[in-house]
């Protein structure tokens, strides 16, 4: 089992940029497919990023080119850059762990507690 803690939040301008961070313990992150969902109020959670174990990383349509995905096997972390932010970016954004391509939260099986951002116009 993994525990997943996020940090990074907070709020920007839109045009700004924030730095996401998912520390994994328990279990170290390589041992992992590993995603970025998000959650707006009043709106289903959905995804952002992912990658895979062996490096591979897919994106939403609505973030492709603005957000990078990464992952430090040795310090056990992924992160989420976020660069030319939005306001319709503005939601708690989620780190999630499974054992296939996370591109649904039907798959992930792991979950952290979130990270607030806020983009203001």
């Known amino acids: 089992q993994v525990q997943l803690v996020e940090s990074g939040g907070g709020l920007v301008q839109a045009g700004g940029s924030l730095r996401l961070s998912c520390a994994a313990s328990?279990?170290?992150?390589?041992?992992?497919?590993m995603g970025w969902f998000r959650q707006a109020p009043g709106k289903e959670r959905e995804f952002v990023a992912a990658?895979?174990?062996?490096?591979?990383?897919t994106y939403a349509d609505s973030v492709k080119g603005r957000f990078t995905i990464s992952r430090d096997n040795a310090e056990s972390t992924v992160c989420l850059q976020m660069n030319s932010l939005k306001p319709e970016d503005t939601a708690v954004y989620y780190c999630?762990?499974?054992?296939?391509?996370?591109?649904?939260?039907?798959?992930?099986?792991?979950w952290g507690k979130g990270t607030l951002v806020t983009v203001s116009s």
């Open positions: 999630a762990a499974g054992f296939v391509v996370v591109t649904t939260t039907r798959v992930a099986r792991y």
């Open positions: 990658i895979n174990l062996s490096g591979g990383r």
């Open positions: 328990g279990r170290t992150v390589s041992s992992y497919a």
